[in-house]
């Protein structure tokens, strides 16, 4: 493989990437970079999970003049999850550089905070394609400057009804300005994209980080009646710390939750129909440990990434084989073995009929009653989130968080999980079995000199 450092970055940026342990490129860096660090137009295609993050990132801020206040890249993703999680990224890999401002515009929150941000100035927007092109309509945003224009899961944004807003942004952007695209896959409608909006693109196409061979599929056959039982069956049987479930519907995905909470698992639901609040604390509590089984429709775990993700569990078979592609690939990462639990009932054997012929080989087909129960215990998160009423507004960093609760309180930093801190609220893992008394001690206490109320989430 080859290394950042044979790249034309910067001392600081190899420094900074090495100390995020970003020595040897992913297949898609290693075909894409050297092509975007020379300004060239690309059509990268890469799967969720293949470093592309990565990829267009450090291009774009290789582009970037700090001292210019002024927006010089733009990212669009298909999800406000997506964006949060590339703009994360984004700054993690501009941390060498002189305050590089970086802010995210997707629906979901008030459009006056996102306003405000931009007033500050700001040299990346990140941003879904409806709320960029408010802010654009409403003369909030201004893409003079611009240099780089990304689309990130390109596919997934035309699947998603984007196409006139992507054109509509493409044609208020300069245009001399590098474009990248990236996507998983490349129908009709991308070529139709990149033919507009790119010029003599370079193409790149790399296969998905995991392979075949770091997945392992195994399906059982049910009949409707017993499909959502046998979830519970699966559970019990392979006891993992970490399952995340697909349903093709949001009513399945309701009736599934429940069902496995009456039975004492550790388990929410990610549908269209929650807030955006509880959108939030649903993926926050699932990605820092503190909820075993996430069960979620495709669209709503769209952009989702959760390190160290156990198994799959397609409770209900995908129409779309390439869909079948996405959801079992969350799974086997970063060299991972994965395991990913399909059930399908004879109604679905078309469905898996596709997915067979588009990976190439038969499925491995196993019997319900290889399942055994076990005596032991539910398995419980060893997490448990803290949820503050207090955020980026509030001026609340990690830092603050921390040092709440190790030097006021009196808890070790290997006690204290993940905190994430988004406009209004803070969420903090702790011990499971420390987390009623901590938050009862944070809900009196203080940050930074100042009481917020704390409680526990799912109290």
């Not at 596919?155 to 942004?169: N, Q, T």
């Not at 603050?400 to 969420?427: C, H, M, P, W």
Request: proline share 4%.
């Amino acid at each position: 493989m080859s290394r950042f450092d044979s790249l034309p970055l910067s001392p600081a940026t190899l420094e900074n990437l090495r100390q995020l342990g970003y020595l040897e490129m992913t297949p898609i860096q290693a075909a894409s970079l050297p092509a975007a660090l020379l300004g060239k137009d690309l059509i990268a295609q890469a799967k969720t999970g293949s470093g592309k993050t990565a990829a267009f990132a450090l291009a774009l801020l290789a582009n970037l003049n700090a001292r210019r206040f002024a927006v010089q890249s733009l990212v669009l993703c298909p999800t406000r999850e997506l964006a949060d999680q590339v703009t994360s990224e984004i700054r993690r890999l501009a941390r060498s550089e002189d305050n590089v401002k970086v802010v995210t515009l997707s629906g979901g929150v008030p459009l006056r905070g996102q306003t405000a941000s931009l007033g500050h100035g700001a040299h990346v927007v990140v941003g879904t394609p409806g709320r960029v092109m408010d802010h654009l309509d409403r003369g909030n945003l201004s893409l003079e400057a611009l240099n780089t224009l990304v689309l990130d899961e390109a596919d997934r944004m035309l699947d998603m009804g984007f196409s006139a807003d992507i054109e509509k942004v493409a044609r208020q952007c300069p245009s001399s300005r590098q474009t990248l695209l990236f996507s998983a896959t490349y129908p009709e409608g991308i070529a139709q994209l990149a033919a507009r909006f790119l010029r003599e693109p370079v193409t790149v196409k790399v296969d998905a980080q995991h392979g075949g061979e770091q997945i392992e599929q195994r399906w059982y056959e049910v009949g409707e009646s017993e499909r959502l039982r046998a979830v519970a069956r699966l559970l019990d049987h392979f006891r993992p710390e970490r399952t995340l479930a697909f349903c093709n519907t949001r009513a399945r995905c309701r009736e599934l939750a429940n069902l496995l909470q009456a039975q004492g698992y550790s388990a929410l639901a990610l549908h269209g129909d929650l807030e955006q609040r509880e959108r939030d604390q649903v993926l926050v509590q699932f990605a820092n440990g503190s909820t075993s089984v996430l069960v979620a429709t495709d669209v709503a775990a769209r952009g989702l990434d959760v390190a160290g993700l156990d198994v799959v569990i397609n409770v209900e078979v995908t129409p779309d084989p390439e869909v079948h592609v996405h959801r079992i690939g969350r799974t086997g990462r970063a060299g991972e073995k994965g395991l990913a639990l399909s059930l399908a009932s004879m109604d679905e054997m078309g469905a898996v009929g596709r997915i067979d012929e588009l990976s190439g080989r038969p499925s491995a087909w196993r019997p319900l009653s290889e399942l055994t129960g076990s005596d032991a215990p539910r398995l419980l998160p060893t997490m448990a989130t803290i949820h503050i009423q207090a955020g980026r507004k509030e001026k609340i960093r990690p830092g603050d968080v921390l040092g709440a609760l190790t030097s006021d309180l009196g808890y070790t930093r290997e006690q204290v999980g993940k905190i994430d801190i988004n406009e209004f609220a803070t969420y903090v893992a702790i011990r499971r079995d420390l987390a009623a008394e901590a938050a009862s001690r944070l809900n009196g206490g203080r940050i930074k000199g100042r009481s917020f109320k704390a409680r526990l989430l799912g109290d």
